[in-house]
């Protein structure tokens, strides 16, 4: 065979390329991959040749039976990666295995421990469960059998069985195996459900075949014939259990492929249903026999064939049953799955995207089975209701509705079909009647979707329809997710429908684009109506809304320009569209296009600017021009951060929105947006501050008075009264507390300044552990600096919660640090295998107009332990002092700005000084670059990290 490492052109690898032919492999016969006769006469001679020496002889019969094993599995992995289909490989395999326990069966009884005339107590049958019973088997799957024996067990049975457990076990097999009788069995199948699955896939594979088969009908008689009910509601109950484990969300961007919502998992369960009602054999047998029309059948096959293909690879290129779809695998997978970049889209977004599309299929041949299951009264009623008599559905007020056992239901499938719209209706009369939704209607509408046409869009009636699913009621989350898990809300909403499954390649999303935009859409509304975590500023701004509906749209828009180029601008395009179908009057069409095209600039204005700086905060309020923009963009930014994922939404962010909101509202309030004029206003807010914490707590430090307007409107007033209570005019402090939302802990520095000193603090924090994830940088007016910095470890948890020991040496480390004598040595690294996915561009921008008097630093790169330290290195060597630095890290990128003056008090000045600069920061954002994520056979590919927030 050909060296993987060195293929030759004209001699592929046998695994690591594509045939050069585009075809796929054709159909398999095992006989031409395993030879089952020369096979035995090979394992016959080693018992021939070795008859004086049974180890010998065992050690060269496990040699032909390991080599037949991994011809059959080279074999398989080389026709998956010319393009044979999941499902097909776990055939081959499980095939392959077949012969290897039957040679090795044939070979124990008869050349080991043979039994010439067996007794009753000496017949055993080798039957094969679980997902090796099924017929399919992933390449790291483990190998479960069951003994079946007659009566009990005899020395010969369980000789035979050690001798082939530990045959199997040398030759690299995980087995799980059971020794049983068929009574046994069915007890045991009765008594537990997990049991009973794994029987309802038992196949034979070598033995005594009649006893075999004598189990297989006790078990339908005794275990399976009448009791589809209790089987159903276990399996559904066993299913709501492990979502629950696993994240109930379908949408996550590091799937587990096995285990999680849309999963293979699911679509198993599915078969172990339909198997269990309708009976069959092969996996196109049983689903054939099922409830689900010729698409519907083809749809389940086409998601187990890609299901199927991901875990063989995802197998085969981690060499472990790993199940997990991670960032360090997911571009490898799509490499060898054939998926390119395509335009803005790359190749492992696409992927994704596939997968997910795929996830959606699984959840509706779930919702079409339940239909079937309670039609035919098989699912038992659940909690109260299966005391109760069955009503008859009770008709509605709109013609086709009616009230099905608590769920709202249609009187046929024609209802979705004569007219389309009842899809949208079903939606908004569940809304309306506080009910669930019938899966018989679910079903309906999804055999009918391609009722939805433009020309049906354009009805006026449907677009009356459609603000109503999206503005009427209070839990607009609910019924979007209804709408978009049935396929109806991209088929109203095109622009919409573009981004449902889709996928960004960075570590900063939590959640497909979609599920992510309908959590921002269900944060608006939660925060309206006073639900779960509220935001004080949100509540106050909500009754002062002129257009909620514009707010509304353009949550539902804004993430409609992604994978098109520029989000913010394609967006806008997309959300015009969108609101012209909907018939909105043009300004508030302008408004929402407004809103989707800006809806990045506060939250990176917030957290990438000083805004306390007047041209911050003047060419913020220019950009916005109205009250009315400024609160719709603010809740629209705030929601849009809730759903990112968990613990994204913090208080510190929470607090630079409300700031710079609070400053660009006094700017338009005032009428003057200029920079005097905001300068003015920013004045007098300080003053205000300063005048209300003495009148709180009478004498306030002089360290403090000596602060710039920036200091004084930078923090509310408990954080000023907190930062006075701890400071002192002479001595060095070093103090902190934590946030009240436990999301970080804030940690104050002061003493005398000098050059180097931000290094020195952000060096000593970086060795010790911490993270940081803001820093407010102040020095006073006779030299001593106040600096804030927020803390995390590297769990995204506020650094040493719960550890006071640990903060005690940092805090003493931070102290030494001011007084000259920082900690040294290397940064302890932390980055794995998900993070080295990432290729990630270093960037640096240097530039003069974002401030009247600092240089403005933009650095972009991977985010490690340690860069801050790095980065203020570079500035203090180049005699730079830092007035203000905004540290953000978003997955595995950071995104630093800093406000810097020459040591005369100026900007950077000539283009040589800023060159330098430029080169000696991209050094070190390039310096310690991730080797890409390697198992020990390979490196594996790695994708761009996609600069999209």
């Known amino acids: 065979m050909t060296d993987t490492s060195t293929p030759a052109p004209k001699a592929p690898s046998l695994v690591e390329t594509r045939s050069p032919s585009k075809r796929r492999p054709g159909r398999w016969r095992i006989s031409n991959i395993i030879d089952g006769r020369a096979l035995r006469v090979k394992l016959t001679a080693a018992a021939q040749n070795n008859l004086g020496d049974p180890q010998v002889a065992r050690k060269v019969a496990i040699d032909h039976l390991h080599a037949a094993l991994f011809r059959g599995r080279m074999i398989a992995q080389e026709r998956l990666q010319q393009g044979a289909d999941g499902l097909d490989t776990a055939r081959l395999l499980c095939a392959v295995q077949d012969e290897v326990i039957h040679a090795l069966y044939d ?128 399996k559904l109950a066993e299913r709501d259990a492990r979502h629950a484990r696993h994240g109930d969300a379908r949408y996550v961007v590091e799937p587990n492929l096995k285990e999680g919502k849309g999963g293979l998992r699911d679509l198993q369960t599915l078969y172990w249903i339909t198997k269990h009602i309708y009976g069959g054999t092969t996996l196109e047998d049983v689903m054939r026999n099922g409830p689900f029309t010729d698409h519907e059948y083809a749809v389940f096959i086409r998601a187990a064939k890609f299901l199927w293909t991901v875990r063989c690879h995802l197998h085969f290129v981690t060499g472990r049953p790993e199940e997990r779809l991670g960032f360090d695998l997911q571009p490898e997978i799509a490499s060898r799955m054939g998926y390119r970049d395509r335009g803005e889209q790359q190749g492992v977004e696409r992927f994704m995207k596939r997968y997910f599309l795929i996830a959606k299929d699984v959840g509706g041949l779930t919702r079409i089975l339940a239909a079937k299951l309670e039609a035919d009264h098989k699912k038992k009623p659940e909690g109260l209701r299966r005391f109760l008599p069955v009503r008859a559905p009770q008709a509605l007020a709109e013609t086709g509705f009616t009230l099905d056992n608590g769920r709202i239901n249609v009187t046929s499938e024609d209802v979705m079909e004569t007219d389309p719209l009842n899809m949208l209706r079903l939606f908004t009369i569940a809304r309306r009647e506080g009910k669930d939704i019938h899966p018989d209607a679910l079903t309906a509408l999804t055999r009918n979707l391609r009722g939805i046409n433009e020309s049906v869009r354009e009805q006026p009636e449907a677009r009356r329809l459609v603000l109503e699913a999206i503005m009427g009621g209070d839990r607009p989350g ?269 940690i104050i520095v002061s003493g005398a300044d000098r050059t180097g000193l931000f290094a020195d603090l952000a060096g000593t924090l970086a060795r010790l552990g911490a993270n940081v994830v803001s820093a407010q940088v102040f020095t006073s007016k006779s030299g001593r600096i106040v600096d804030i910095f927020m803390l995390q470890d590297n769990n995204k948890a506020a650094f040493a919660a719960g550890d006071a020991p640990r903060m005690e040496r940092l805090e003493a480390a931070m102290r030494d640090a001011l007084a000259g004598n920082p900690i040294t040595g290397d940064v302890k690294t932390r980055a794995g295998r998900r993070e080295a996915a990432f290729l990630v561009q270093p960037s640096v921008q240097i530039r003069d107009d974002l401030s009247a008097e600092y240089t403005v630093i933009d ?91």
């Open 478 to 746: 609910q019924v979007l997710r209804w709408m978009n898990e049935s396929d109806l809300l991209g088929r109203l909403i095109p622009e919409f429908g573009g981004i449902v499954a889709q996928t960004q390649f960075n570590m900063y999303h939590h959640y497909t684009v979609d599920e992510h935009t309908i959590r921002a859409v269900a944060h608006i509304s939660d925060m309206e109506h006073g639900r779960r975590d509220r935001v004080a500023l949100v509540s106050e701004l909500f009754p002062l809304l002129e257009n909620r509906r514009a707010l509304y749209l353009a949550m539902l828009l804004h993430d409609t320009g992604k994978g098109k180029g520029d989000q913010q601008i394609e967006g806008a395009k997309t959300s015009t569209r969108a609101c012209e179908r909907l018939g909105l009057p043009q300004a508030e069409t302008e408004l929402v296009a407004w809103l989707v095209g800006h809806h990045l600039e506060m939250s990176e204005t917030a957290q990438k600017r000083d805004i306390s700086d007047p041209r911050t905060v003047a060419q913020f309020a220019e950009l916005v021009g109205s009250l009315e923009r400024l609160r719709l963009l603010y809740i629209l930014t705030v929601a849009d951060i809730k759903a990112v994922g968990p613990a994204v939404w913090n208080a510190w962010k929470g607090q630079l929105l409300a700031d710079l909101y609070n400053n660009t509202s006094a700017a338009l309030r005032g009428g003057r947006t200029d920079e005097a004029g905001v300068h003015a206003e920013l004045e007098a807010r300080a003053e205000r501050r300063r005048k209300a914490l003495v009148d709180e707590i009478g004498s306030v430090p002089t360290i403090m008075l000596e602060m710039e307007t920036a200091y004084w409107t930078g923090f509310d007033p408990d954080d000023l009264a907190w930062q006075a209570s701890v400071l002192t005019d002479n001595d060095d402090t070093v103090a902190h507390r934590y946030l009240a939302d436990g999301g970080a802990v804030a």
């Open 859 to 949: 650095v972009g790169g991977r985010d490690r332990p340690g860069l801050l330290h790095e980065v203020a290195d570079v500035l203090a060597d180049m005699k730079l002092s830092i007035h203000s630095a905004h540290v953000g890290s978003y997955g595995e990128r950071v995104f630093d700005a800093f406000y810097v003056q020459n040591a005369k008090g100026q900007k950077l000045g000539t283009k040589a000084r800023k060159d330098s600069l430029k080169d000696r920061l991209l050094a070190v954002l390039g310096r310690e670059e991730l080797d890409a994520p390697h198992t020990p056979a390979r490196k594996l590919k790695r994708s761009r990290a996609v600069d999209s927030f």
């Open 107 to 234: 070979y124990t009884t008869t050349h080991v421990i043979r039994a010439r005339n067996p007794t009753e107590a000496e017949r055993i049958a080798i039957v094969a469960t679980g997902g090796y019973g099924r017929g399919v088997m992933a390449p790291s799957s483990d190998t479960d059998l069951l003994f079946l024996r007659a009566y009990k067990a005899s020395p010969h049975t369980e000789s035979v069985i050690e001798y082939m457990l530990y045959a199997m076990w040398d030759m690299g097999l995980k087995v799980g195996h059971a020794f049983r009788t068929p009574n046994e069995c069915v007890k045991l199948a009765a008594e537990d459900v997990t049991i009973k699955t794994s029987m309802l896939d038992t196949r034979f594979i070598c033995g005594d075949e009649v006893l075999a088969t004598d189990m297989f009908e006790l078990f339908q008689k005794e275990a399976v014939k009448g009791k589809d009910a209790q089987f159903i509601a276990n």
